[in-house]
């Protein structure tokens, strides 16, 4: 991921094991899981968030296409980008 909240989070689950090692301790494994269970389901609501507003973008991008409406001998439908350079 690139954002700060996803950094945070992996440093966050990094120190959760690392520091928690000290004095002959155990590491502290739910905090470690309970984080990387976070950013697992962060990730899945950006990686779905991201997706539909591409969808989005496709979508209106496609109702944007210039057309015109040209009445020579018969009605035709012809898109704008053949009328400029």
Known sequence: MWNPLSWVMEMAAIM???????????PDWQDFVGIIVLLVINSTISFIEE???????????????????VSLAQNAVLL????LP
């Open 51 to 69: 997706n539909n507003a591409g969808n989005a973008a496709a979508a209106l991008m496609a109702n944007l296409a210039p057309k015109t409406k």
């Open 80 to 83: 704008g980008c053949n009328f």
């Open 16 to 26: 959760a094991i690392a520091l928690a090692n000290g004095g002959g301790k155990p």
